[in-house]
């Protein structure tokens, strides 16, 4: 018997449960094709657009000049620029009901408008703007930060669900290495011009995400493990590392030598270059085709017939013996929910199962869990203290003497970067091979950054590089094991909801660990220096906040580590066979 070309059933059901709605009339495309890699190329570039929120100490000082703010009132706009980046539940919420093109086009109108608005007060445009006018405006700017993260992260995790920890560590590594991204661009291209770098955010991120609108499609999943998507995966993180060192040594160069434009503008295009490396990958699948060959038994068990799945543009293939394997499972699940339909209609059955863990959770039913708020609470109090460090990254230099401060978050992003990225491997490593529940991670981390707040607020000479890099890992490998996760112990059905509930831990903590104490001790400080100025030297401008911030952070490791004990047994269930075992509730 010859071969038939028929759809490949295993690749139909599971995708539509997320795909109603407006997403469901974008369609979806083919297993192992291209249009993934190529949805993960143009992710990243979104992802760096991404990251204009990590752009406010680079303007920050210029608004302060301009406006006349002290501190605190700077760090409230800190507040409102990590408000605005972090609540996306609005787009948790849509991004199940409309196409992703659709919410990066919100995100694309909210920077317009929001860094207009900014652009125009520091570029004196626009005089006389109100202080609760620019707190809004920052607010819109950076929402769009929510808007694309969880578009094209939703998008991904549900086109390679097997690998989540690693697209989880991908993306949030390439937003933070944003902040290096426009470090460079800031310093270089745009020669340290504040009112520059706004007008940029103005006009170029809506163009980036209104030119990657297209290619962020869903697409129906491989629910199977395949070693080349393996390899393409590892490319792309191999790749993103060589881009951060590049950035790292880019900042360093250009502030430690006098560059010309022509050298500045070759470098950035390098940048540029490695920013597309991503794409690579379905070139090569166009280029370079993949066939692979599968034997499927007969009905008789006599016979086997040789089924052909394409890797370029062919439909995946299955022949048209129903009763392999694979169609017999699915005509039992099938079956079997016919059978629960019946029995409720009879009333055999009262009540629908409530989810365990590792099902896909409604919102409202992941609300009333504790392992959910234990999460919540330990990346709140992780996260929420290294953005007050974040948000007052650039005074902090200034009351330690550096003149130049650039440097200094150019270091933050790159070990940030580290330590999105590295988390996602490592955890992934770690839960496939020892079943280590992901959140053990977050418990080692805040013990290191209680130890880097305390090098801080100690001022040892020639420790604050150091302590900066420590508190970038950290800082990332918190984002890292959150998002997979939250998809590991509630499921994927609710993930865009559930994560950006989640975030609300970065606007928090900037609220209460840097609006309410950071600013009110640093204004305290300056008073006490020279009553007249709004500048503080010295460690004692955030002596007394770094003290608190180790307390907190041995709070969160209590916490995370309660929460890995709780769901060893999930991890153990998920990744007993040491790969991810897609829960049946997910499959329907």
């Known amino acids: 018997m010859g071969t038939v070309r028929t759809p490949r059933l295993i690749s139909c059901r599971w995708p539509l449960r997320f795909l109603r709605g407006g997403a469901a009339m974008a369609g979806v495309v083919k297993v192992g094709s291209r249009p993934p890699w190529v949805g993960l190329a143009a992710a990243v570039w979104v992802q760096v ?24 009132q700077l760090t409230f706009l800190g507040v409102a620029n990590d408000s605005g980046e972090n609540f996306g539940l609005i787009a948790g919420v849509l991004c199940n009901r409309l196409p992703p093109w659709f919410v990066l086009l919100v995100g694309a109108a909210c920077c317009f408008l929001g860094f207009g608005t900014l652009w125009s007060a520091v570029s004196l445009t626009v005089t006389g703007l109100p202080y609760w006018l620019l707190w809004i405006a920052l607010c819109i700017a950076t929402n ?51 009112t520059k770098l706004l007008l940029f955010l103005t006009l ?14 869903p ?36 502030d430690v030598l006098p560059l010309t434009d022509g050298v500045i503008y070759i470098l950035f295009g390098v940048m540029v270059l490695f920013l597309l490396a991503p794409l690579a990958i379905p070139i090569k699948m166009t280029i370079f085709p993949r066939n692979r060959k599968t034997n499927v038994a007969s009905d008789t068990g006599s016979t086997s017939h040789q089924v052909t799945t394409g890797a370029g543009d062919e439909e995946p293939l299955l022949a048209t013996s129903s009763s392999n394997n694979l169609g017999n499972a699915q005509e039992n699940d099938d079956a079997s929910d016919v059978d629960m339909l019946l029995a409720e209609g009879e009333g055999a059955i009262k009540k629908k199962r409530r989810p365990k863990r590792g099902d896909d959770f409604e919102f409202h039913e992941a609300l009333v869990k504790a392992d959910f708020w234990l999460l919540f609470l330990a990346y709140f109090l992780g996260v929420g203290s290294g953005v007050t460090v974040l948000n007052n990254l650039a005074q902090i230099g200034i009351a330690f003497g550096l003149e130049d401060t650039t440097i200094l978050l150019c270091l933050f992003s790159f070990c940030n970067f580290v330590g999105r990225i590295g988390a996602g491997s490592l955890s992934e490593h770690f839960v496939r091979s020892r079943m280590l529940p992901r959140p053990i991670w977050m418990a080692c981390t805040q013990v290191v950054m209680a130890v880097a707040y305390l090098l801080y607020a100690t001022a040892i000479s020639g420790t604050l590089y150091a302590s900066t890099a420590l508190l970038g890992i950290c ?36 609220f209460f660990f840097s609006g309410l104490l950071a600013g009110y001790v640093y204004d305290s400080e300056a008073a006490k220096q020279d009553p007249s100025s709004s500048t503080c030297l010295g460690p004692n401008c955030f002596r007394l906040t770094f003290w608190f911030l180790a307390g907190i952070c041995c709070l969160g490791t209590l916490l995370s580590i309660i929460l ?25």
């Open 144 to 194: 769009s930060s929510a808007w694309f993260g969880t578009a094209v992260l939703v998008t991904n995790m549900r086109n390679f669900p097997l690998s989540r920890g690693t697209v989880a560590g991908i993306l949030k590594g390439y937003v933070g290495l944003s902040a290096a991204v426009y470090t460079g661009l800031y310093t270089g291209v745009l020669h340290s011009s504040s």
């Open 564 to 588: 890995s004990v709780r769901t060893r047994p999930v991890y153990q269930m998920l990744y007993a066979s040491g790969s991810f075992r897609l829960p049946r509730s997910s499959l329907h």
């Open 219 to 254: 697409c129906t999943p491989s629910l199977e493990e395949d070693s080349l998507e393996q390899s393409h995966f590892m490319f792309t993180q191999i790749s993103s590392i060589f881009l951060g060192l590049y950035l790292l040594a880019y900042t360093i160069l250009d």
């Open 475 to 510: 800082y990332g490998v918190q984002f890292s094991v959150m998002v997979p996760t939250v998809s590991e112990l509630f499921g994927l059905k609710q993930f865009g909801l559930l994560y950006n509930f989640m975030l609300l831990g970065n606007p928090l903590g900037a």
């Open 204 to 217: 170029g991120l809506p163009i980036i995400s209104l030119a990657m609108m297209y290619f962020v499609r």
């Open 49 to 72: 657009a991404a990251g204009a929120g990590y752009t406010f100490p680079l303007y920050s000082h210029a608004l302060k000049k301009v406006m006349g703010y002290n501190q605190q």
